[in-house]
């Protein structure tokens, strides 16, 4: 047996010997992601051990450790966020600096695209651009998903960039560490053209069917801001640049994962459980729609079936449980994946 042999059989064991007592199964060929959910496990910060999960929905069968398997290689550290486009899906590798474009169909690597501080998503305006959000540099970068060439960048003066969302031409950005604005951005300039002030450290973004943004604002605990500032659910109008309604919430809590269904009528958010909440709700939900289970990590919708996806980290350094529910709030089906999960991409 070579020497190259050895060690990847060595690295194999000690992954699953240190992630957990009942390590996730890992499949190297005959890949069906058809009909399923990519998923983008975090791994811990500075070890990189992130990795890329694909689970499908009609046989309930697992893949783990995807990446690796049909490229032979560490995905990096900390997978933050997917995105897709024409038959690639591009892995967003946030502390590596890096996004990884990989064939969906096999995962087999196609590109990489580097230069990059410390990448958050991907926003695509057309095939051949796309914004890259970056938590620690002054600037979106301005990529072509084609080439995996930097194209440019848009200066952000002292604002950073997190989630993006687009209605016509103008694409909002939340700036989210230690900030309090929505930037707007000319999509056919490229340039930083307006901001909105929002409740502290707006971080996620969606957008509903009457093409209102929702903010979801983590806020800010005393030692990390001069005061308290609990987090907020915002509204703003797209047009007038304002917002229209903020929802507060209660001292210790800490709301997370805001998502959509596939009418974009109706907002669901971890706060422990999941809490699902209509777009035309007067005030947040009073109770959970699902039940908290150990530790609530990551949510996501499946956009055909509206059936939610909520991951339970465990303790942060374990295989995350992933449970599948109906949109009635049902449990279907619950399954291991990498160390917190992160993110999704439905087929």
Known sequence: MGMKKLFQIILLLFVCWSCDDDPVETVFFDLDTQNGVFIACEGNFMYGNSSLSFYN???????????????????????QSLAFQNNTLFIVVNNSGKIYAVDSETAAFKGVITGLTSPRYIHFLSNEKAYVSDIYANHISIINPQTFELTGRIDLGNHTSEQIVQIDNRVFVSSWSFDEYILVIDAEADELINKIKVPFQPKELQVDDNDKIWVLSQGSTEGFSDEKIHPALSRIDPVTL????????????????????????TLFFINRGVYKMPVTSRHLPDSAFIEPKRLFYSLAVNPKSNEIYVSDAVDYTQNALLYRYSKEGKLLDSFRVGINPSDFMFQ
């Open 57 to 79: 929905t009609e046989t309930g069968k697992v893949i783990n450790q995807l990446f690796y398997a049909r490229n032979n290689a560490p995905l990096g550290d900390v997978t």
């Open 242 to 265: 304002t917002i229209e309604q903020t929802f507060r919430f209660e001292d210790g809590e800490l709301p997370a994962g805001l998502e959509m269904n596939s009418t974009k009528d």
